[in-house]
């Protein structure tokens, strides 16, 4: 099975802090994405990437940057965290190609900034 | 832009009746669909999905109805159990330019009451 692991199950930050957020795959895929999940909203695209030192902005990229330095490492960079960042963010990836839309997810990290 | 959105925020049922989970579309240039249920504190998982190219899928106990003429998405669930309940959510696939990303509806909760 695909396995999705973020690195942090929780956070709590400050404001103004830089915030990373790691996530790994080891499945191979070359599409990784990062979603916020808010009540009421649904996922929301923040950022994708689909190879190696590619990233793409999603819908709502304002405050964020990736990093995507290793083929399975997709990371998430707040770079200074605010309140209405706090929210939950999922990590995703997928195999290359058109029809290979299935997302597998990780369980997500649940972020706090104070 | 276009989304997708759900009828029902909200579905409460009792075990061992059928649910049915509606969604509605508006990209009628989308032709890949797709159904994520989340437990709480973990990430989405697949349930089942669609191309446009099908109006019916069969899984165990669930099935996805597509309506394309009125862009309409349905998950039916057989005899749902209490483990059933979670949080829903309808997918749609967006183009090439997002790295065939997925746009997600809002969710519903579906509570399975003994």
């Known amino acids: 099975d695909v396995k999705v692991t973020q690195s942090s199950r929780y956070l709590v930050k400050r404001t103004g802090e830089k915030v990373f957020l790691e996530c790994v795959q080891d499945?191979?895929?070359?599409?990784m994405f990062w979603y916020r999940q808010d009540p009421g909203l649904g996922l929301r695209l923040i950022y994708f990437?689909?190879?190696?030192?590619?990233?793409e902005k999603g819908d709502i990229p304002e405050g964020y940057s990736v990093s995507r330095e290793k083929k399975e490492r997709f990371s998430l960079i707040l770079e200074s965290a605010s309140t209405n960042q706090t929210s939950m963010y999922l990590c995703?990836?997928?195999?290359?190609?058109?029809?290979?839309?299935?997302?597998?997810f990780g369980s997500g990290t649940q972020l706090s900034v104070l | 832009g276009e989304s997708v959105g759900l009828h029902l925020p909200t579905l409460s049922v009792q075990e061992g009746d059928n649910s049915i989970i509606n969604c509605a579309y508006s990209?009628?240039?989308?032709?890949?669909f797709i159904w994520y249920k989340q437990e709480s504190g973990k990430g989405p998982q697949f349930i089942i999905d669609?191309?446009?190219?099908?109006d019916k899928r069969q899984g165990q106990r669930v099935t996805v109805l597509l309506n394309k003429t009125v862009k309409h998405l349905s998950l039916q669930i057989a005899a749902t159990q209490p483990g059933d309940s979670a949080v829903y959510f309808c997918?749609?696939?967006?183009?090439?330019?997002?790295?065939?990303?997925?746009?997600f509806g809002k969710g519903t909760s579906l509570l399975v009451t003994p």
């Open positions: 995703a990836s997928s195999p290359p190609g058109l029809r290979n839309e299935k997302l597998f």
């Open positions: 997918a749609e696939n967006r183009d090439s330019n997002s790295g065939y990303a997925l746009n």
């Open positions: 990209n009628s240039a989308s032709d890949y």
């Open positions: 669609i191309r446009s190219n099908m």
């Open positions: 990437s689909y190879d190696v030192k590619m990233k």
């Open positions: 499945m191979d895929h070359e599409n």
